[in-house]
């Protein structure tokens, strides 16, 4: 004979179980508007002395470029022909982080307010725009082409007309051109030949061979501007800045020449890094709000910012590279930090500026100005605290 619960009961253990859902995710702290809550690592499971000597190390391995981001800049891309300065650009702090364990600071160094140039940490707020339009239904699928949504020409040749939303989010799409006055083949050009063997070179197909370029990101962004139909800006400011508290002191810049008209309205099309100024300014604690929202899996409080299916969806490597998702690095390849999870991704721009985020110990680091081939023994020192 088979035992059987009363309906009664089972009703009764439903509850109980939806009534412990709800307690703990009442539980989830997020920080308010202007206010983040402060806890002693012990409180949060953390070795204070190791931790201290993450921070330590962080302190001390700043990043060596000048200060005067104007020489770092000219200066890092001095091989690149035609470089130059088209947008704003702000000299540095000092070195600044902070690490979140549960949500809350646990610690932090430097000055975490100032306002400073994060560089390519950029890709990955112009990926989440990417994103939100997936959401909103704006773009159908990333494996459309880019041409049934922008056909103004930017995408009209042979090669271009093939590239994918998917193929500029995985920087993969070997897009071949002008915009704005920079030409692709000009931005990281390879070690061997000169001028014309890179402006004769034979073109990838889209998807197949990785490539760091930000001509091409800068076509994702003025592509997201066509079909937002408004400045990139304002969509993040009111899509996601907003709703998780973060404060009125960022900017998203691009260039002097990169105002197109939309709808008969002069409108910015922002690049999606510092390379030749502009890009996100902004301050630390912003980041690690941004951050704290992918740590949640794009929830804050009780709002899905961005869907679970983008979160998943950018943690998974590209084609073209293991160590590459929508524009947001993973922990995988070879690039992976050994001694820290595979299951890490996160967000790296020109100078040590890091957004890293580790589901599985729920945690955010926000590194500035950390020197760059030093954030996989800063990210062991932590592990090693938790």
Same mark, same amino acid.
């Not at 001095?78 to 979140?100: D, F, T």
């Not at 061997?192 to 001028?195: D, F, K, V």
């Not at 941004?290 to 983008?310: A, C, I, M, T």
């Given at each position: 004979?088979?035992?059987?619960?009363?309906?009664?009961?089972?009703?009764?253990?439903?509850?109980?179980?939806?009534?412990?859902?709800?307690?703990q995710a009442q539980h989830v702290y997020y920080p308010e508007k202007n206010k983040w809550e402060e806890r002693v690592p012990e409180e949060a499971g953390l070795n204070a002395s190791k931790l201290n000597e993450a921070i330590t190390f962080a302190r001390e391995h700043e990043y060596e470029g000048?200060?005067?981001?104007?020489?770092?800049?000219?200066?890092?891309?001095?091989?690149?022909?035609?470089?130059?300065?088209?947008?704003?650009?702000?000299?540095?702090?000092?070195? &600044? #982080? =902070?690490?979140?364990? +549960? %949500?809350? !600071?646990?610690?932090?160094?430097?000055? $975490?307010?100032?306002?400073?140039?994060?560089?390519?940490?950029?890709?990955?707020?112009?990926?989440?725009? &990417? #994103? =939100?339009?997936?959401? +909103? %239904?704006? !773009?159908?699928?990333?494996?459309?082409? $880019?041409?049934?949504?922008?056909?103004?020409?930017?995408?009209?040749?042979?090669?271009?007309?093939?590239?994918?939303?998917k193929h500029l989010l995985h920087q993969s799409s070997d897009w071949s051109g002008s915009l704005f006055g920079m030409y692709d083949w000009a931005d990281r050009p390879p070690n061997?030949?000169?001028?014309d063997d890179w402006k004769s070179r034979t073109l990838l197909e889209p998807g197949t061979n990785f490539e760091y370029n930000d001509v091409r990101v800068n076509v994702?962004?003025?592509?997201?501007?066509?079909?937002?139909?408004?400045?990139?800006?304002?969509?993040?400011?009111?899509?996601?800045?907003?709703?998780?508290?973060?404060?009125?002191?960022?900017?998203?810049?691009?260039?002097?020449?990169?105002?197109?008209?939309?709808?008969?309205?002069?409108?910015?099309?922002?690049?999606?890094?510092?390379?030749?100024?502009?890009?996100?300014f902004i301050n630390t604690l912003d980041h690690a709000r941004?951050?704290?929202?992918?740590?949640?899996?794009?929830?804050?409080?009780?709002?899905?910012?961005?869907?679970?299916?983008?979160?998943?969806?950018?943690?998974?490597?590209?084609?073209?590279?293991?160590?590459?998702g929508y524009m947001w690095w993973l922990n995988k390849g070879n690039q992976q930090w050994e001694g820290v999870s595979s299951s890490v991704y996160y967000a790296a721009g020109f100078g040590g500026n890091f957004i890293v985020v580790d589901q599985e110990n729920d945690l955010i680091v926000v590194t500035r100005w950390l020197n760059p081939p030093q954030i996989g023994e800063m990210m062991r020192l932590v592990t090693r605290a938790l």
């Open positions: 004979m088979i035992n059987t619960i009363p309906n009664q009961a089972v009703l009764m253990l439903l509850s109980l179980f939806l009534w412990a859902g709800d307690l000048a200060r005067d981001l104007r020489i770092a800049i000219l200066k890092g891309f001095e091989r690149e022909p035609y470089h130059k300065l088209a947008g704003p650009v702000k000299e540095r702090g000092g070195p &600044a #982080g =902070l690490i979140i364990k +549960d %949500g809350y !600071i646990v610690a932090k160094w430097g000055d $975490v307010e100032r306002v400073d140039m994060t560089f390519s940490v950029t890709k990955s707020y112009l990926s989440t725009i &990417a #994103g =939100l339009a997936v959401d +909103d %239904g704006l !773009i159908g699928n990333v494996d459309d082409p $880019v041409q049934a949504y922008v056909w103004d020409g930017t995408f009209e040749s042979e090669h271009n007309s093939k590239i994918q939303w061997g030949g000169g001028i994702l962004a003025y592509s997201l501007l066509q079909v937002w139909r408004k400045p990139l800006p304002m969509v993040l400011k009111e899509k996601i800045m907003d709703p998780i508290g973060a404060s009125s002191t960022w900017r998203w810049y691009g260039y002097e020449n990169s105002f197109v008209n939309v709808d008969g309205i002069k409108m910015q099309s922002v690049s999606g890094g510092g390379h030749s100024g502009g890009g996100l941004f951050g704290l929202l992918f740590l949640r899996n794009g929830k804050w409080r009780d709002q899905q910012l961005v869907s679970e299916r983008w979160i998943k969806g950018l943690q998974q490597s590209s084609p073209g590279n293991e160590s590459y």
